[in-house]
């Protein structure tokens, strides 16, 4: 169980177009989804915390406008790149945390990522 | 700000060998770490975790040890197997119950 999928698992768009990635728990609900970014050789950096119903939480230094968040619903939420440049390419990684009784203590599960390329 | 960190960032291991990688944290407060395996283009796996009222916790050949004295974490694999070869990261859960995770140790497991 507590599975996430992400959708697409790899993307390649042009320079100033917007890209939707969608992030979902499978198999149970989720408040919290969490974004993080990924550059290559690098660790995870949290981009933003995302409650279902409510606006996103955005880490410092990551642009609310550029990274629009919806969480609608439980089981999904997602991600627009707007205007998307080549120094947006990167690897894209949401994660849910299921609520208690599904797993250990705070446990976030984590999505496959996507990858982003901006030519 | 609070951060977490790694002391190495390769460990080649021959294969049958223990491996041991470790980690440094800064935020005292922090009361759950858990240790986290990525493959190349992949998602992170969660491998084994440990709350703050434990110094000790052992999985299926993985270990992981809190010293929190020094803030110090590791992650020992018994008899590494080349498919134990990837990234490990470790993570920690702060006050705010976010995950701030460690710059990462990349496994190689020489057959």
């Known amino acids: 169980g507590a599975v996430v999928s992400q959708h697409p698992s790899w993307v390649i768009c042009k320079s100033g177009t917007s890209v939707k990635i969608e992030c979902r728990s499978l198999?149970?609900?989720?408040?919290?989804m969490f974004w993080y970014r990924q550059f290559p050789k690098q660790s995870l950096m949290l981009m933003a915390t995302?409650?279902?119903?409510?606006?996103?939480?955005?880490e410092q230094g990551v642009e609310k406008d550029k990274f629009l968040i919806n969480h609608a619903s439980l089981t999904l939420s997602t991600l627009t790149v707007t205007s998307a440049h080549p120094e947006d390419s990167s690897f894209y990684i949401c994660?849910?945390?299921?609520?208690?009784?599904?797993?250990?203590?705070?446990?976030?599960?984590f999505g496959p990522g996507t990858r982003l390329t901006v030519l | 700000g609070e951060s977490v960190g790694l002391h190495l960032p390769t460990l080649s291991v021959q294969e049958g060998d223990n491996s041991i990688i470790n980690c440094a944290y800064s935020?005292?407060?922090?009361?759950?770490f858990i240790w986290y395996k990525q493959e190349s283009g992949k998602g992170p796996q969660f491998i084994i975790d440990?709350?703050?009222?434990?110094d000790k916790r052992q999985g299926q050949r993985v270990t992981v040890l809190l010293n929190k004295t020094v803030k110090h974490l590791s992650l020992q694999i018994a008899a590494t197997q080349p498919g134990d070869s990837a990234v490990y990261f470790c993570?920690?859960?702060?006050?705010?119950?976010?995950?701030?995770f460690g710059g990462g140790t990349r496994l190689m497991v020489k057959p």
């Open positions: 994660s849910a945390r299921a609520p208690t009784g599904v797993s250990s203590y705070n446990e976030q599960f």
């Open positions: 198999d149970f609900q989720a408040t919290t």
């Open positions: 995302s409650n279902e119903g409510s606006k996103a939480t955005y």
């Open positions: 935020n005292s407060a922090s009361d759950y």
């Open positions: 440990i709350r703050s009222n434990m």
């Open positions: 993570a920690e859960n702060n006050a705010g119950n976010m995950l701030t």
